[in-house]
């Protein structure tokens, strides 16, 4: 019996690694550039002791970054897109953890604006967990051509523009459950 093994197409793994390595820099730039804001989002999930938070916080990013990298380097890519499965499939038990906990209303540390914890946040970075496996199978051996490079790079800014778009609407509707729950609880709501 023949067993037929996987291969994906080289435009598609390619789109899912730059988009992948985009989303990974993204997320270090938000941790980077909002480090305190990032180190008390990390103390709200009680999930590690307070003095490993500071080191956490700090180390996260750099991590996010390195995984980037390791994905755009052939030589590194499966082990790297290996480890951002495990890193997103992380933060969402740590979210799954708080919400399990009654905890919605902390921020999730994403970056930007608020983003209270979700059940399909959860369900964003199991798809991106998802996404990277996919990613690190073997590809099929063919040439590319003008055609492809443009698809590969269309492709590339369509995942990352459709991410974004999703994770706004993630943010919205977090914000409007955060404001529902507060009516209620105020007694304004019907």
């Not at 990013?61 to 499965?85: K, N, Q």
Request: hydrophobic share 60%; with cysteine; glycine share 8%.
């Amino acid at each position: 019996m023949e067993v037929l093994a996987f291969a994906a197409d080289p435009v598609t793994v390619g789109t899912l690694v730059g988009a992948l390595a985009l989303i990974m820099f993204a997320a270090a730039w938000h941790k980077f550039s909002e480090a305190d804001e990032f180190a008390g989002a990390l103390a709200a999930y009680r999930l590690l002791p307070q003095v490993a938070v500071a080191v956490a916080a700090r180390a996260l990013p750099v991590v996010e970054v390195a995984i980037g990298a390791g994905i755009l380097i052939p030589a590194t890519r499966s082990w790297a897109l290996i480890a951002l499965a495990a890193l997103v499939t992380l933060y969402a038990f740590a979210i799954g953890i708080n919400l399990v906990r009654g905890r919605h209303d902390i921020d999730c540390g994403c970056g930007g604006e608020s983003h209270p914890l979700s059940w399909a946040l959860v369900l964003r970075n199991l798809i991106l967990a998802a996404a990277a496996l996919i990613a690190s199978q073997p590809t099929v051996v063919r040439s590319m051509d003008l055609v492809d490079a443009v698809t590969l790079l269309l492709g590339v800014l369509a995942f990352y523009a459709f991410y974004l778009m999703a994770d706004e609407l993630l943010r919205q509707a977090g914000k409007l459950s955060r404001l529902n729950r507060d009516s209620h609880e105020h007694g304004q709501g019907t």
